[in-house]
């Protein structure tokens, strides 16, 4: 997935994109990534992409393509109110839509294994709540420890995969 809707110039060209491509198919979620520009959670000087239906990464941050975001969005059915565990949440970008979505009294955790991914993801969120003093939501609480118990209270789940070349391979025998 990712590349089909890929011609965005701005974050709104990116959803209508995705809509048309029928990847967006409920206001909800329409509404979260309208909210959350998506060239904000990319490095500077990287952001030629940022509108594109494309996955990003450089060193260990990084960003699925939208489609990815909105199918798992759409596939949680998710509700305000609900618990929601990312488990490899990396920047905090589908993390801090899926507060959106699930309001003030949602819980919202993000578990990520790189130390160095958590602090970015908790900057950029300090960073839309500080451009957005008005917005009431589930903020995504980024935890490093994979020991953390998160997983027994959430209604919803979503993993994030790795790319291939950090997955380690089962030794034979």
């Known amino acids: 997935m990712g590349g089909a809707v890929s011609a965005g110039e701005d974050n709104d060209d990116l959803i209508d994109n ?3 491509a029928q990847y967006i198919r409920t206001e909800s979620v329409e ?4 909210a959350i ?3 904000d959670y990319y490095l500077e000087g990287y952001r030629d992409n940022a509108y594109k ?3 990003w990464k450089h060193g260990n941050i990084h960003l699925s393509a939208p489609c990815i975001y909105s199918e798992v969005m759409e596939a949680l059915k998710l509700q305000p109110g609900l618990s929601f565990l990312n488990l490899g949440s990396g920047t905090g970008y589908l993390s801090t839509m899926v ?3 699930l309001g003030p009294f949602g819980i919202n955790h993000g578990i990520e294994l790189h130390s160095d991914v958590v602090e970015y993801a908790k900057e950029k969120l300090e960073s839309f709540i ?8 589930s903020a995504p609480i980024q935890l490093l420890d994979l020991e953390y118990p998160a997983w ?4 919803r789940a ?3 995969c790795p790319s291939s070349s950090t997955l380690s391979k089962p030794k034979p025998g």
């Open 31 to 34: 509404q979260a990534f309208r």
């Open 99 to 101: 507060g959106l979505i």
């Open 130 to 137: 500080k451009y957005r003093e008005c917005v009431v939501f």
């Open 53 to 55: 239906d494309l996955a």
């Open 18 to 20: 995705l809509k048309e």
């Open 152 to 155: 027994r209270e959430s209604h």
């Open 37 to 39: 520009d998506r060239g």
């Open 158 to 160: 979503r993993l994030g």
